[in-house]
């Protein structure tokens, strides 16, 4: 092998401390989206359908290190669309067979932040909508237009 050549991806090895416990799970764990996932797109799409326009992957106040996948500025309407695994679903949540306490620690982490971040954005005025993956994205963007609709005849 040169130097320049990489090695095969079944040689590689994780370093000591390292979350990725086999080279197959370190491509898998990389492949994952943090944003633009499919039920994101799908339900983005039926919003813009039904004339609502917003900014994707935005955050809805700026002193916040927290984006939501839809924000709708105007109206104050921060939409979260949560992936089951990764935001711990009631319904779908399985906690995984290997580095188990890594990977449960991280889900409650991400638990623990949802509930800050839907406090943050109340006390600062702002509707939080959250969506699990597995919600049907007719019945979500139904419920978003409704509530931007709402909430812009009320400001008007």
């Given at each position: 092998m040169g130097q320049d050549a990489a090695p095969d991806q079944e040689d590689w090895v994780p370093p000591d401390g390292s979350w990725a416990s086999s080279a197959a799970r370190r491509r898998n764990m990389q492949a994952i989206r943090s944003r633009d996932t499919e039920p994101e797109r799908v339900i983005r799409r039926l919003v813009h359908a039904r004339g609502l326009r917003y900014r994707v992957a935005?955050?809805?106040?700026?002193?916040?290190?927290?984006?939501?996948?839809l924000v709708f500025r105007p109206v104050?309407?921060?939409?979260?669309?949560?992936?089951c695994y990764w935001h711990g679903c009631p319904e779908h949540y399985v906690s995984p067979k290997t580095n188990s306490g890594y990977w449960s620690d991280k889900v409650k982490g991400n638990m623990a932040r949802d509930q800050d971040t839907n406090q943050?954005?109340?006390?600062?005025g702002w509707t939080v909508l959250r969506f699990w993956e597995h919600e049907s994205p007719d019945g979500c963007a139904l419920k978003i237009t409704q509530t931007v609709t709402r909430l812009r005849a009320r400001r008007n």
């Open positions: 935005a955050k809805p106040i700026p002193d916040l290190r927290r984006t939501a996948d104050k309407v921060a939409v979260f669309i949560d992936g943050r954005l109340t006390e600062a």
